[in-house]
């Protein structure tokens, strides 16, 4: 496989329809969604992601937010059974994508429920939150599946937001960042570091030296670029209105085993 593959889906129709529950629900601008989708596919595609374009999931309000379909670690794909009944049919030609790209396939199967939202790989460290979409037997079967692979898999309350990557995500050093007030316990980890926006939480990594993050957290870029990264941003404010970010609008693929994602 290439380095450096993303898969993206464009918005749903229905996108306005999209699931919220942590916040109140505002209206959704689907023309101007579908324009920012676009401004983030172009942004990656400009820091050398080739994008692979799932097929539309237009029944599914949800569908945009591809990370939710799957794990990726190494070779393998771990396809999610969404903790939203709704949500489940999403997986179905996100697996079919990540098949035909050569990766190997497992499943979370019932009774877990596991959305890819919900982890946050740091090395061979896999975070997994648990309390809202994702369940304690989602992670026993995740555990099984990547430990053999050379995975640490740990467990994570998430009571505060909809996912463990709405509280916290990681720079290309490794280290935790996160919106304090957002965090359940953030002494699990290692290295955190408290970002002043709660969406300065929220980072893709792209390479060494540049993350891609939203255009709304201008304090949170500075203090990256004060830590010797290069912020690439972009506007992604009608997902925003639906709990979604940057991390959840695409699954990263890439060829080394010490990615972060």
Request: charged share 20%.
């Amino acid at each position: 496989m290439t380095a450096k593959k993303a898969l993206v889906r464009r918005p749903s129709p229905r996108l306005a329809e999209g699931i919220v529950t942590h916040i109140a629900q505002q209206p959704v601008d689907c023309e101007l969604g579908a324009k920012q989708w676009g401004g983030y596919v172009e942004a990656l595609e400009a820091c050398g992601w080739e994008t692979v374009e799932v097929p539309p999931a237009d029944d599914c309000p949800d569908g945009v937010f591809i990370e939710d379909t799957m794990v990726v670690y190494k070779d393998l794909a771990v396809i999610a059974r969404p903790g939203a009944a709704s949500r489940k049919p999403e997986v179905v030609a996100a697996e079919a994508v990540v098949e035909g790209l050569g990766l190997s396939i497992n499943w979370i199967r019932s009774p877990g429920t596991l959305d890819g939202g919900d982890v946050l790989k740091v090395g061979d460290s896999i975070y997994v939150g648990v309390g809202g979409r994702t369940n304690p037997a989602a992670v026993r079967q995740l555990r099984d599946g990547l430990t053999p692979l050379g995975a640490t898999v740990i467990a994570v309350p998430v009571r505060k937001v909809l996912h463990l990557k709405s509280a916290v995500t990681a720079l290309p050093d490794g280290s935790i960042i996160g919106y304090l007030p957002l965090v359940d316990e953030p002494s699990i980890f290692p290295s955190f570091r408290a970002v002043p926006e709660e969406s300065g939480a929220h980072v893709v990594v792209l390479d060494e030296h540049r993350i891609l993050m939203a255009a709304d957290c201008p304090r949170s870029a500075e203090m990256f670029a004060g830590l010797g990264y290069e912020p690439i941003t972009v506007d992604i404010g009608e997902f925003q209105k639906l709990e979604g970010c940057v991390t959840c609008l695409s699954v990263r693929l890439r060829s080394l085993p010490d990615a972060l994602g």
